[in-house]
């Protein structure tokens, strides 16, 4: 029997803000423990620094700019929620679904149409829209029939991703998606308890410049210990979910042949460069590492490495095509229009020479290329672009885009081929974040937002 798979994609979680990628301040017992008895990937990143995007990538294994979201959906707006954003493309459910796995959705979806049942997931409960506080009466929908419960979000999501498995609905091999929200804004509202403790500690303040303002933005008017402090308690809140449902699996008798992995849609700052918030928290977009970099987990008793760290670059589109390779599901391969790869050799503690060197990333017409020593941004008349030396600039404060000096224009040369060579292969030019104007509302290509959501 394949191995069932347990995904968990928080949002808006920083790699930053967890104990086993180097935060002693954060308490995140669950996690670090995955990452002690299993894989954590170091250089992790999302393809699309804002939420709807971000999880259409995961879900499909496609880049932005050929699914063609390009910015956080308003689903509650008429125009948005009507449209299926990622119909007709293949996506991770229905492929699983394909080689015998049930399916089940729990927590946040936010690619279109949250509040019905999508195809491939034999169970659906998933947040409503909007997705509100974190805690007090919400909506979520059950199988397409809306719910008002009462609760934490946080909780809620656990207690129905526990009750799947204690209930016997995760039928082996199972797909069990569970999709948390407490570290999203608003920095408040997290259990007491937690925030209390956090108070009372010594906390190391990563804000490290003046805030930067965007009208309407997070960033506006924030006390930055108390939005850390909340932060971290909506952090170890998520945890001890997690805790939950591997104690869940446990109880079930199948954590030995489920692999459980942890990740983030994308990224978040609380200050750090000024930034308050993830790549819309500055105007233009930005691909800032603290936007860019999530947290990755991979973790099973027996088939994977065990306390071990994979160093490559790796994305969510390769996140979709080693989900699939290690459920002994081949739709991935030999599809060119795919930007991912399995690195799923890495997991097992084997090589993985052949890996490319470089992430690329995307949001609208803000593009990105990354590779160990360097990050390039363009912004294509959407603001100005950047070029740090990440070797002697790795918290990105000396833009050198317009240096004089020729071995740097040279070596950005080089970047910007790459950039446009990759884009060039993979992209859709019906749906490509170029057509997408970020700064107007419901123009372009999968651009039907703006504002802060996501």
Excluded at 291 to 298: D, E, F, G
Excluded at 327 to 345: E, H, I, K, N
Aim: charged share 25%; with cysteine; net charge negative.
């Amino acid at each position: 029997m394949a191995d069932n798979i347990v995904l968990f994609v928080t949002d808006d979680h920083g790699s930053w803000a967890t104990g086993c990628y180097g935060n002693p301040d954060v308490r995140s017992p669950n996690l670090d423990e995955l990452a002690r008895t299993g894989v954590r990937c170091a250089h992790a990143f999302t393809p699309t620094p804002v939420c709807s995007p971000a999880r259409a990538c995961i879900m499909t294994g496609r880049i932005a700019s050929q699914h063609g979201v390009h910015d956080w959906l308003r689903e509650q707006e008429p125009a948005v929620g009507a449209i299926d954003w990622i119909a007709g493309v293949p996506t991770l459910a229905e492929h699983l679904a394909k080689a015998g796995y049930t399916c089940i959705q729990c927590g946040k979806w936010h690619i279109g149409q949250s509040e019905q049942p999508h195809g491939g997931f034999h169970r659906w409960f998933a947040v409503g829209q909007p997705q509100g506080a974190h805690r007090g009466r919400q909506r979520y929908s059950d199988e397409g029939e809306i719910q008002e419960i009462e609760g934490f979000k946080t909780d809620v999501v656990t207690e129905h991703a526990v009750d799947f498995l204690r209930s016997g609905a995760a039928v082996e091999p199972f797909f069990l998606v569970v999709g948390y929200i407490g570290t999203h804004t608003p920095w408040k509202g997290h259990p007491e308890r937690l925030a209390a403790a956090y108070r009372a500690r010594d906390l190391r303040p990563v804000a490290d410049a003046p805030p930067v303002r965007v009208d309407g933005g997070p960033g506006q008017g924030v006390d930055p210990r108390e939005a850390l402090v909340q932060y971290y308690a909506s952090v170890t809140h998520i945890d001890e979910g997690v805790g939950r449902v591997l104690d869940a699996l446990e109880v079930a008798g199948v954590r030995s042949r489920t692999t459980v992995v942890y990740t983030a849609d994308h990224g978040l700052a609380l200050g750090q460069r000024g930034i308050y918030g993830k790549g819309n928290g500055t105007a233009p977009k930005n691909m800032a590492e603290t936007s860019i970099r999530v947290p990755l987990i991979w973790n099973h008793p027996q088939r994977l490495a065990q306390g071990a760290v994979l160093e490559h670059l790796v994305d969510h589109c390769d996140l979709f095509c080693t989900l699939l390779d290690h459920a002994g599901v081949d739709a991935w391969r030999g599809d060119a229009a795919l930007p991912g790869a399995s690195y799923l050799p890495g997991l097992r503690g084997e090589s993985l020479a052949e890996w490319r060197d470089a992430y690329f990333g995307e949001f609208g017409p803000v593009r990105c290329i990354r590779t160990r020593g360097e990050k390039l941004v363009r912004r294509y008349g959407h603001g100005g672009d950047e070029w740090y030396d990440l070797e002697v600039d790795p918290l990105e404060r000396d833009n050198r885009s317009e240096s004089a000096d020729p071995h740097v224009q040279a070596r950005i040369a080089a970047l910007d081929a790459r950039l446009r060579a990759y884009f060039e292969r993979y992209q859709d030019p019906e749906r490509s974040g170029l057509r997408w104007d970020p700064d107007g509302r419901g123009g372009g290509a999968g651009a039907v937002a703006a504002g802060w959501g996501g």
